[in-house]
């Protein structure tokens, strides 16, 4: 059992019969009252994103995971094949289970969590940033340079991202996985 102190982001806990990932967590102290913890909890099972508050004192059931590399093999009508580059053993995760997955390439490694006592696969984690070359990119237009404009851009997943007008295809950019922005152009 973990307190309210040992709440923090990335941490899996049991909640309403379901494992949930902390993804975002405030401590808040008011001058009145007793202490509590704001959490925005991921369902590793269903994706789905709850809102709950913790009160001072409450006990909370900790899941024990693991993380382990895998390789992207490729995807199909229900979700992402991967193997491990130890024992080339494959497995399967469901398409609402990785956010952004947009960005992963075949061949990629990314870090899979797994629920330690049994080894199911809950969710897939990619690395923060990834280079993406640029397949097309709309032509830059002459006087918008004054501020900072951006133009939409095709990468090699087929996702659509934000980019400077001075990005054109065939460069290869860095992209942050989190939120899909623009980081630089990769010489």
Not at 88 to 99: H, P, T
Request: glycine share 8%; charged share 30%.
């Amino acid at each position: 059992m973990a307190g309210m102190g040992d709440i923090k982001k990335g941490l899996c806990i049991n909640f309403n019969d379901d494992i949930y990932k902390v993804i975002e967590f405030l401590h808040v102290k008011p001058g009145k009252g007793p202490a509590f913890v704001r959490t925005k909890l991921k369902s590793l099972t269903s994706g789905k994103v709850v809102d709950n508050t913790f009160s001072a004192g409450s006990k909370i059931e900790e899941v024990k995971v693991i993380t382990r590399k895998y390789q992207y093999l490729y995807d199909d009508d229900h979700g992402f094949h991967f193997m491990n580059n130890d024992d080339f053993s494959q497995i399967y995760i469901d398409k609402n289970l990785i956010e952004n997955s947009q960005f992963m390439k075949s061949g990629e490694e990314v870090m899979i969590i797994l629920k330690e006592d049994d080894d199911t696969p809950l969710s897939a984690e990619l690395p923060p940033s990834v280079i993406m070359e640029v397949i097309e990119a709309e032509p830059g237009v002459k006087g918008n340079t004054a501020t900072n404009a951006l133009k939409n851009a095709t990468i090699e997943t087929g996702a659509r991202v934000l980019v400077p007008l001075f990005i054109e295809a065939g460069e290869k950019i860095k992209i942050n996985t989190e939120d899909g922005s623009y980081i630089e152009r990769i010489k």
